[in-house]
């Protein structure tokens, strides 16, 4: 299959584009820059110049190819405090990929994540598809992104072969620049591995290959409409996450004062304190995908994340 990747240069989507080529597929990449071209070819993926706001270039892609898993997201400016402005690029690429594959039962594979969910047990994948509100007193980043997700589900009904694979929070692995590098991070400018509150919050985790071939899994077979959890671990404690960076370091660890998180975490504050253990048994079973990849805690004890 030739499969269209936004986001294919990426810290998943480059595990995303290896596990295609192994398994036979031929991977074309959206490039925007340069360098992202220059990845791709290195990667042996094919490169489609364009980026997510250009919408001609993603529906020529996506016509020209047998399925599109969708991963690039404006990261940059939804942690720049624009989610909203994100989410609203995110919805557009999603609908003209929708309106370039509609009635050709190919599949569109989206990433979405399983963070959010307060609920008193792990969420599962047929959590959370409540259709939310749009109007103009609740309409922000988050809820726009959650009505993308179930608008995507919405496609099977399009004669598009689409699902949603929620990622957790943490995609660990060697090279990782995410929630994890930046504990990492604060953890060494302040000289204190901190949690918030007694530090038994919970957070799911896999390694990005884990997850790299849930997605190569997905548009090879994920039936229409269906949710799939990327989830290795149910819920990792953000108190031991911190007793081995700080084992590492060589700081102690602390709870972080309420009125001092947001300075202390900085972009971070929103989510480090967030209770919301995931579970997969449901997608391990429909896909026949099993994590084989070390656990959060044991990568981080192999010490990659602290090298300078």
Not at 183 to 195: E, H, N, S, T
Request: proline letters at 5%.
């Amino acid at each position: 299959m030739r499969i269209f990747i936004t986001g294919a240069s990426g810290w998943i989507g480059s595990a995303v584009v290896a596990d295609l080529i192994a398994h036979g597929h031929q991977p074309v990449g959206l490039a925007r820059s340069g360098s992202s071209a220059t990845k791709l070819t290195s990667l042996g993926a094919e490169v489609h110049e364009g980026s997510l706001d250009d919408l001609d270039s993603l529906s020529s892609a996506a016509r020209g190819c047998d399925g599109v898993i969708h991963l690039a997201f404006k990261h940059d400016i939804a942690f720049s405090g624009d989610f909203l402005g994100a989410a609203t690029v995110d919805r557009r690429a999603i609908e003209t990929l929708a309106d370039a594959l509609e009635g050709s039962n190919k599949p569109l594979v989206i990433a979405s994540g399983t963070l959010g969910y307060a609920l008193a047990r792990p969420v599962t994948e047929h959590d959370g598809h409540d259709a939310p509100s749009l109007d103009e007193t609740t309409l922000n980043g988050p809820t726009l992104r959650g009505a993308t997700a179930e608008f995507t589900l919405s496609l099977a009904s399009r004669a598009i072969r689409s699902s949603v694979v929620r990622l957790p929070p943490t995609n660990h692995g060697r090279g990782d620049n995410g929630f994890m590098a930046t504990l990492v991070a604060i953890a060494r400018d302040k000289g204190v591995a901190g949690y918030v509150g007694d530090g038994s919050n919970r957070w799911p985790a896999v390694h990005r290959l884990d997850s790299a071939r849930l997605f190569r899994l997905a548009v090879e077979s994920a039936p229409p409409a269906s949710t799939l959890h990327a989830v290795g671990e149910e819920g990792v404690k953000i108190g031991e996450v911190s007793e081995v960076i700080a084992r590492h370091l060589n700081v102690p660890t602390a709870s972080i004062a309420p009125e001092d998180i947001a300075s202390h975490f900085t972009w971070m504050a929103p989510f480090i304190g967030a209770d919301s253990p995931a579970s997969s048994d449901f997608t391990r079973e429909l896909m026949k995908w099993e994590p084989t990849q070390v656990g959060l805690l044991a990568d981080l004890d192999q010490g990659h994340y602290f090298e300078v």
